[in-house]
């Protein structure tokens, strides 16, 4: 499986589609917007971020994930790093 290739299937199992990129992104985007930074890192370049919740997949299903951030030192706007499972909340 290529780098990565178990996160997009992990997606794709709730309805997230490789030709509708643009909904993943979204949800993503808005689950930054709308949740809590659970943890930051200032490194060598910038700062990485945290941001763990709850995302309504395509299909209804409640996914708990993770998604990580990074701001360059120079820049204002964070850019996605990656997004994956996390176990489930009880």
Known sequence: ???G????????RFGY??????VLASDILRH?????????ELVT????YVVDCL?????G???HI???WFIDHDKQEPRFITAHPLPKKS
């Open 17 to 22: 589609a490789a030709s509708q990129w643009e």
């Open 66 to 68: 993770r998604s990580a």
């Open 45 to 48: 370049f910038g700062t990485r």
């Open 5 to 12: 290739g178990s996160k997009a299937a992990f997606f794709q």
């Open 32 to 40: 930054a917007h709308e949740n809590d930074i659970v943890a930051a």
């Open 1 to 3: 499986m290529a780098t």
């Open 55 to 59: 995302l309504t997949s395509p299909l």
């Open 61 to 63: 299903t409640r996914l």
